[in-house]
């Protein structure tokens, strides 16, 4: 993003976690709430970013596993005469998708707690900077009239 | 399906999509449209079938705020690409309802090869994210799920439609309206709630919050701003009971069914509720009241989400896998495929109940029973061969079976009029009786 811009870039989707990655924008006279503000979201961003990079790593690693152990069992190659990748049917594949969510569950049960609370608090701070923004713009209109 | 195998071969630089003329198609809530919206994001998602990768997009369905495809991201694109080909345009003008179905799902489908091509250039580039006021509409379209919308508000209409009562305009728009508007809050709340999620997702991963265009906060200001002068509308301006509807509904849609679908399969059961309320509520909004013809109205449309949805997420396995999303098609899959067959044939049994309740005449499940029993044959075929091609067969048919349904059975409603003038005959007949008597 250009030095001179005043508000925040989001950019294309990580490789592995498919998230947007945002770069924040830090004002000048930045107050405390909006500090908080933007350390919240950097830090949901980041969190977000390390639990999906890994959950999708593992998923394609686990699928490449069981591909290869099916195959195996079936007295296949990974590759066949072609060159081509050798894929299972989705009926063979649904046995897999079966077990990586029940694996999982846990672990996305503990994701959305955490998920659901920071968009909450996040959302809840910027309805707090909007507000105290809107006031400030209020109060500066009020003092040009004045004057 | 067809479609898109034909204009696959016909290769990519023929086609180019009339642009405007399908972005104002699109937005027209005619019911025999609808369901070509719907196949339209099909077929869009078709060619990128692989083998088991595949997602057919379209988890729209008619009423319940089920998540709606990237149709805005097709129209997005649809509108940035100039119409280049005469040939286009004149499709695009004619009305038959064939060649709007061809221009459709010709824009769309090459719609998808298009925007691999175009938007992902778009997408790789870094965007600032401050908000532009005239990209506003197109992106709280998206946020409200506007098409999603147009389906749910149709059939609250049919809803309304189907009420034995005199029809009333004001009533008629007003009701319609704060549905909307209901459904406009809770399809954005959804969103809201869905972000890392939707990212995830093939389907989703093109909506305003994911790509940053709109933040959070915009988007529950908006929810807001629908929600409460919908429901409000609703109270003061229909009956507070179809308001209670409504607010039950996007409560339902935003608190309950949207965690659930991360925790357990019962979601798919209360997703089903959301989207049998509607048409409730087009009835109550009509009569005041919850009769049994409102409770059958949305008996059938809760009966109609489970083809639609199950046949629908078999193709999503992988995705709501990856996603942590709890499923039936991919924690249960017998019982899904059970499931689905269970309601098609539930469907016979509540088109002849219609006429019981004296909502319809006797014709409605003597006329309806041959698209019943063609979903239901579809539903068992999907339930015995469990694959690709039944799960999209049954999906397919349930798309243009309930439009059509829901016009067989207006069109078999018991008239208002003839239940009136049997009463006065009868009781002249009876006056005349009397008169012959007396001397």
């Given amino acids: ?147 | 399906g067809l479609f898109a195998l034909r204009l696959r071969n016909t290769g990519i630089q023929q086609i180019r999509c009339p642009c405007v003329h399908l972005c104002r198609v699109g937005d027209r809530l005619i019911t025999f449209q609808y369901f070509n919206f719907l196949k339209r994001m099909y077929v869009t998602q078709c060619n990128k079938d692989l083998s088991q990768q595949a997602k057919p997009k379209s988890n729209s369905t008619v009423s319940p705020f089920h998540e709606l495809q990237q149709l805005d991201q097709e129209r997005k694109v649809v509108c940035k690409i100039s119409p280049i080909s005469p040939v286009h345009q004149s499709w695009s003008e004619t009305s038959s309802r064939n060649e709007l179905r061809e221009t459709k799902s010709a824009a769309e489908t090459e719609d998808s090869l298009t925007p691999v091509g175009a938007e992902s250039k778009e997408d790789r580039q870094w965007k600032e994210m401050k908000l532009r006021l005239d990209d506003l509409p197109g992106i709280l379209a998206r946020l409200s799920k506007i098409k999603l919308t147009a389906l749910v508000v149709s059939t609250a209409s049919a809803g309304f439609a189907m009420a034995p009562v005199p029809f009333e305009l004001t009533c008629f728009l007003l009701a319609s309206l704060g549905t909307g508007l209901a459904s406009c809050a809770a399809n954005s709340i959804n969103q809201f709630f869905e972000v890392p999620f939707d990212s995830n997702m093939n389907r989703t991963k093109n909506r305003p919050l994911v790509r940053g265009q709109i933040s959070p906060l915009l988007a529950v200001c908006f929810a807001a701003c629908c929600g409460i002068p919908g429901i409000v509308l609703l109270t003061l301006g229909v009956n507070p009971l179809t308001g209670a509807l409504g607010a039950l509904n996007i409560f339902l849609y935003t608190c309950c069914y949207t965690p659930l679908k991360r925790m357990s399969i019962a979601n798919t059961w209360v997703g089903a509720v959301v989207g049998a309320i509607p048409p409730v509520m087009g009835w109550t909004a009509a009569t005041g009241s919850l009769d049994a013809g409102a409770l059958l109205l949305g008996g059938i449309l809760y009966s109609w989400q489970f083809p639609h949805f199950n046949a629908l997420s078999w193709g999503l396995r992988e995705d709501y896998s990856r996603g942590g999303y709890c499923m039936m098609s991919v924690t249960h899959p017998g019982l899904c495929r059970r499931v689905a067959l269970r309601h098609c044939l539930a469907l016979i049994g509540l088109s002849t109940v219609a006429p019981v309740l004296d909502i319809t005449t006797w014709t409605f499940p003597i006329i309806s029973l041959p698209i019943n029993l063609y979903i239901s044959y579809l539903g068992f075929r999907f339930y015995r061969d469990a694959d690709r091609s039944s799960s999209r067969k049954l999906f397919f048919c349930s798309l243009w079976h309930l439009p059509m349904l829901l016009l067989v059975m207006f069109t078999c409603k018991k008239s208002v009029l003839e239940k009136e003038d049997k009463g006065d005959l009868l009781g002249e007949s009876h006056d005349r009786a009397m008169e012959i008597r007396l001397p």
Wanted: charged residues 35%; glycine residues 2%.
């Fill in chain 1, 1 to 147: 993003p250009p030095a001179h811009s005043h508000s925040d870039w989001i950019g294309p989707p990580d490789k592995h976690s498919n998230l947007r990655p945002v770069i924040f924008y830090v004002p000048p006279e930045e107050s405390a709430l909006e500090r908080r503000l933007r350390e919240a979201r950097q830090e949901a961003q980041d969190s977000n970013q390390r639990f999906w990079a890994r959950h999708n790593r593992a998923f394609r690693q686990e699928k490449e596993e069981f591909i290869y152990s099916r195959l195996k069992a079936k007295g296949l190659e990974m590759r066949d005469e072609s060159g081509q990748k050798a894929t299972l049917s989705a009926e063979e594949m649904a046995d897999f998708y079966k077990d990586f969510l029940s694996k999982n569950f846990k672990k996305h049960l503990q994701y959305n707690r955490d998920w659901y609370k920071r968009n909450f608090t996040i959302t809840f701070l910027m309805g707090q900077v909007a507000l105290v923004r809107a006031l400030r713009w209020l109060r500066q209109r009020k003092k040009n009239v004045e004057q």
